[in-house]
């Protein structure tokens, strides 16, 4: 897993107009796959995605939310499962459309603490944000 800067993600997702949250989204799904060992398919899910308008999109968050929840119970006992708060936020971005961020926000962060926990973190460079 690689740790993310928040604030970075979140701000290239608003700069490049969300093509950065597809970008980080294809790399935290081949991320997870290999942390997981679960059989995802990031590049589908990114067609997928593309192909629904991001509805796609809104599963991908909360199964991966789902995952790194599982990923974090296996590792350290007890975790708190943010998956419905993330489904919420990406539901909501279909009217309101900025919490779709939030929800890429919320789910870096917990993508940051299962790196922390000891998957195999690779320490963000200064110069590395994908």
């Known amino acids: 897993m690689t740790r993310r800067d928040l604030v970075v993600v979140a701000l ?18 081949e991320e997870l796959k290999t942390v997981s060992r679960k059989d995802l398919n990031a590049g589908l899910e990114l067609l997928l995605t593309l ?11 909360y199964r991966n939310a789902q995952i790194v929840t599982e990923q974090m119970k296996a590792l350290r006992g007890a975790h708190e499962d943010k998956s419905m708060v993330i489904l919420a936020l990406d539901v909501a971005s279909l009217v ?29 460079d200064s110069q590395r944000v994908g």
């Open 51 to 61: 192909v629904t308008c991001g509805i796609f999109g809104i599963y991908a968050h």
């Open 12 to 29: 290239l997702t608003i700069f490049t107009c969300g093509i950065y949250g597809l970008y980080w989204q294809y790399k935290t799904t």
């Open 96 to 124: 309101v459309g900025v919490t779709w961020v939030v929800a890429v926000v919320i789910l870096q962060d917990e993508l940051n603490k299962l790196a922390e926990a000891g998957t195999g973190v690779q320490p963000l």
